[in-house]
C-alpha cells in the first residue's frame, strides 16, 4: 500500500458524481484513491445502471451469463470497483440512455436518464448530497467530457443539484440544506495529456495509439484547468478499479499501452477544472479541498443557508453555444 500523501485528509468529504458504472474509473479514480488513504471520506454517484453498455472485452463478448443479465453483471463490477478504491458507492437510479449511433440520430429510448424531468433527478442527488455532506463535489463540464447524453445529463443535474442542495427552500423534503463548498469538473483526458503520452511513447519507441487524437487536437474544446492533483502512487489501484469492469475494459486496448513508469514521468497528476467555489481558487491549486480551513469550518460554512452562488468566490462557469447536430 503507497504511503499516504500529507497532510491528512481526515474529516473531508469528497462526493464523485458520474454517469455510468466506469466513469469513476476512468476519470478521477487515482484521486478517489489517493483522499480515501489520506482519511478523507469519498462516496461516487452512478447516475445510471449502464443497462445499455457493450460489451467491449472481446473475451467476454459471447458470455451467456453476461448476455442474459448485463445489469446484474455491470452492478457486480461496480461494487468490485469501489472495494478496490476504497470508496462509498450509491446508485441514482436512474436508466442508461445509451449512445444513439446513426444519421439522423434515432430518439433516445422512453425512460431513460437523459429524458427524466430535470426536477426528478436533481431532487435524486440533492437527497444524496445532504446525506452525505460533501465539501466538494466533483462533475463534468457541460460539454460531458464526451458527447453522451448521459454524460451531458450528469454535468446539468450536478449543476442543478449543487446550487439547490443548500437552499432550503427548495426539495424541503429531501433532507437539511447542505452547500457544498467546491464543486469542479474532471479534466484528465485533456489534450495536454494525450500529447505528452504521444511524444513521450514516440520517443520511447513504443507504438502510440494517440497519433489520431493528436491529428485532432486543435479541435478539442479549450478548457482552463485550475488544479492538478499529484496522485501516481496510486494509478496502480486505478488500473484495479477499472479493470473490475471487466464488461467495458479490454485489458489488452490502447488503455494499458502506456508503461506505468513512464506514465508516472510524464504526467503524475490527475487534473480539474474549477466550476464554482465558496472560497478562492488559489494559482497551481493541487488539492481539491484547498482553501477550506478545517472540516469543522468546513461544516459550518456548508450549513449556512445564506451563500449565494451569483457571488460565489470563483465562478468557472462556461457557457457555449449548443452543439449543432448537422455540425459534427
Ligand atoms: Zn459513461
Redesign the pocket.
Known amino acids: 500500500m503507497p504511503r499516504p500523501l500529507t497532510p491528512s485528509h481526515e474529516g473531508y468529504r469528497l462526493l464523485a458524481v ?3 458504472p ?2 469513476e474509473s476512468s476519470k478521477g479514480a487515482a484521486t478517489t484513491a489517493r483522499y480515501v488513504a489520506d482519511g478523507a471520506r469519498v462516496c461516487v454517484v452512478s447516475c445510471t445502471g449502464g443497462e445499455r453498455g457493450d460489451v467491449l472485452n472481446e473475451r467476454l463478448k459471447n458470455d451467456i451469463h453476461i448476455l442474459r443479465d448485463i445489469a446484474q453483471v455491470r452492478r457486480d463490477e461496480m461494487a468490485a470497483a469501489a472495494a478496490a478504491l476504497g470508496c462509498e458507492h450509491v446508485w441514482l437510479g436512474f436508466m442508461d440512455s445509451g449512445l444513439p449511433e446513426g444519421d439522423p440520430l434515432p430518439p433516445l429510448p422512453e425512460g431513460c436518464f437523459a429524458l427524466e424531468p430535470i426536477e426528478v433527478t436533481t431532487e435524486a442527488l440533492v437527497r444524496v448530497i445532504r446525506e452525505f455532506r460533501p465539501h466538494v463535489m466533483t462533475t463534468y463540464d457541460e460539454l460531458g467530457g ?1 458527447p ?1 447524453p ?2 451531458i445529463m450528469t454535468h446539468t443535474v450536478s449543476m442543478s443539484a449543487f446550487l439547490a442542495a443548500g437552499d432550503p427552500t427548495a426539495y424541503p423534503h429531501a433532507g437539511e440544506p447542505w452547500q457544498p463548498l467546491k464543486l469542479y469538473y474532471n479534466q484528465n483526458h485533456s489534450g495536454g495529456r494525450i500529447q505528452a503520452f504521444h511524444e513521450a511513447m514516440v520517443a520511447a519507441g513504443i507504438e502510440s495509439p494517440y497519433a489520431e487524437w493528436v491529428a485532432a487536437i486543435d479541435k478539442r474544446p479549450k478548457r482552463t484547468i485550475t488544479t492538478r492533483v499529484p496522485c501516481a502512487d496510486y494509478f496502480e489501484v486505478r488500473d484495479r478499479a477499472l479493470l473490475a469492469h471487466a464488461t467495458q475494459v479490454d485489458p489488452d486496448g490502447w488503455w494499458f499501452r502506456m508503461p506505468r513508469e513512464l506514465e508516472r514521468d510524464v504526467w503524475p497528476t490527475e487534473d480539474f477544472e474549477a466550476a464554482l467555489s465558496f472560497v478562492p481558487i488559489a494559482r497551481g491549486e493541487d488539492d481539491l479541498f484547498a482553501g477550506l480551513e478545517s472540516p469543522a469550518a468546513a461544516d459550518a460554512m456548508a450549513r449556512r443557508t445564506d451563500l449565494d452562488p451569483e457571488t460565489a468566490a470563483y465562478d468557472g462557469r462556461v457557457t457555449h453555444p449548443a452543439p449543432s447536430r448537422e455540425a459534427s
Do not use: G, R, S
Request: net charge negative.
Open positions: 458520474h454517469a455510468h466506469d466513469d464526451y453522451h448521459d454524460h
